[in-house]
């Protein structure tokens, strides 16, 4: 773990050791105009015990923060960004005890819901149109949404504003909360492709 961050990082140093690897990431924050994030994608991975990597990134967040310092040159910590599947926060709760310094360090969580039809309506046209908008008929939006509509059925979102809801809570506008749908980028993407195939045969029939 170390390493892929020393290596995203640009640290020039070859060791093995910890100490040695973390030593070489504070002198390259300290010497950042701005405090840089480490972000772990599918960090529900790290949550298997014995926890070592997931440990060693805390340890690094906390060897190198200073939250109260009031100069940028004194606070050359590292933000944390952990994204991961519908299960990482509840990994966290089912593991509290054993992990229990990340209790207060955590800050902030967040659901996110995918693309929406407008999104995926709108990069479907502009692929299409070969980076202008394309006039999509009616049969042709349908045809796009049916291709990309995924149902997440570990997300709830409100049938009203669409916002994310916790599991047995109400949503703060009065709607109803209801399985997340969203559109998915690869089979979108895979949908694109296939049409500009077709296209591409029908103009070279023409």
């Given at each position: 773990?170390?390493?892929?961050?020393?290596?995203?990082?640009?640290?020039s140093v070859r060791s093995n050791l910890k100490f040695a690897l973390v030593q070489s990431l504070i002198e390259n924050f300290?010497?950042?105009?701005?405090?840089?994030?480490?972000?772990?994608?599918?960090?529900?991975?790290?949550?298997?015990?014995?926890?070592?990597?997931?440990?060693?990134?805390?340890e690094l967040r906390d060897l190198t923060g200073n939250d109260l310092a009031e100069r940028r040159q004194d606070s050359y910590?590292?933000?944390?960004?952990?994204?991961?599947?519908?299960?990482?926060?509840?990994?966290?709760?089912?593991?509290?005890?054993?992990?229990?310094?990340?209790?207060?360090?955590?800050?902030?969580?967040?659901?996110?819901?995918?693309?929406?039809?407008?999104?995926?309506?709108?990069?479907?046209?502009?692929?299409?149109?070969?980076?202008?908008?394309?006039?999509?008929?009616?049969?042709?939006?349908?045809?796009?949404?049916?291709?990309?509509?995924?149902?997440?059925?570990?997300?709830?979102?409100?049938?009203?504003?669409?916002?994310?809801?916790?599991?047995?809570?109400?949503?703060?506008?009065?709607?109803?909360?209801?399985?997340?749908?969203?559109?998915?980028?690869?089979?979108?993407?895979?949908?694109?492709?296939?049409?500009?195939a077709k296209l591409a045969v029908q103009r070279g029939a023409a």
């Open positions: 773990m170390l390493h892929r961050i020393c290596a995203a990082a640009g640290t300290r010497q950042r105009p701005r405090m840089p994030v480490v972000i772990v994608d599918e960090a529900q991975h790290l949550l298997r015990a014995p926890f070592y990597a997931l440990e060693t990134i805390r910590g590292c933000g944390l960004l952990l994204i991961g599947s519908h299960e990482l926060h509840e990994q966290f709760e089912r593991n509290r005890f054993l992990l229990a310094q990340w209790r207060d360090r955590i800050q902030d969580k967040r659901q996110l819901t995918g693309m929406d039809e407008t999104e995926a309506l709108e990069i479907a046209a502009r692929e299409l149109g070969n980076g202008r908008p394309a006039r999509l008929r009616e049969e042709m939006k349908q045809a796009i949404l049916r291709a990309a509509r995924e149902v997440d059925p570990y997300t709830l979102t409100c049938a009203k504003c669409r916002k994310a809801v916790n599991r047995g809570e109400a949503c703060s506008c009065g709607g109803h909360a209801k399985p997340c749908v969203f559109y998915s980028p690869r089979k979108l993407s895979i949908f694109i492709d296939r049409t500009r």
